[in-house]
């Protein structure tokens, strides 16, 4: 899998913005691909990606149903919400490590630096999960969960200089490759499922298998 990430200069985050300039124009790649049994609730999941020499942007759009968000701290456990993911290594070179960045539809962030699955795994301070701009449509807390279909986005700008803080970086420009995935997943809502980009081979829900990261190339 591979998708081509546009330049996009000072990019709004803001949580209405999918079908509005400079976001109409940017391509969206759906995340319809899952892990373990074929789930009876199956979302419509999408995202768009971005980039500047400042920031790394994305926003995603869920048409869900049986939406929950109780993690309410930064580095809670927002997978167990409706949550999507964007794991990534910013560099072509998966043996540098990778990123997890979590957020429920809340705006929760999980942010993690892994130098390798199962290796010991770095928790971005807060003050510096703090530095990511965000946008939800959704309410921080939602429960008990929406059982009625309901859209909803999140948004969020990471700036480069924290992502070279932890890793071992190669700046975006035209043709730089780096490697990632992006998921959707709900672990302990009512109707648990787990979304992915570039499909992953694994006979059980998985997301930390950056072997099956795609292709991310900045044009």
Known sequence: ????????????????????????????????????????????????????????????????????????????????????????????DLSKGYFNLEMNCGGTILFHFQPGPGKDRIIIPVSDCSLIKVAHSLPKIIDPEIKEPVTWTVAYSIPLALVKKYCAMTPPGPQVEWRGNFYKCGDKTSHPHWLTWAQVDFPKPNFHLPRSFGILEFQ
């Not at 979302?43 to 500047?52: H, L, S």
């Open 1 to 92: 899998m591979r998708i081509k990430i546009p330049l996009q200069i000072d990019i709004p985050i803001d949580d209405t913005a999918w079908e509005k300039p400079p976001w109409k124009k940017i391509p969206a790649h759906g995340i319809q691909n899952h892990m373990g049994k074929t789930p009876d609730h199956f979302p419509r999941a999408e995202v768009k990606i971005a980039y500047d020499e400042t920031y790394i942007s994305l926003m995603f759009r869920v048409a869900d149903r049986y939406v929950r968000a109780v993690a309410a701290a930064h580095q809670d456990n927002v997978c167990q919400d409706s949550c999507v993911e964007f794991f990534f290594t910013p560099n072509s």
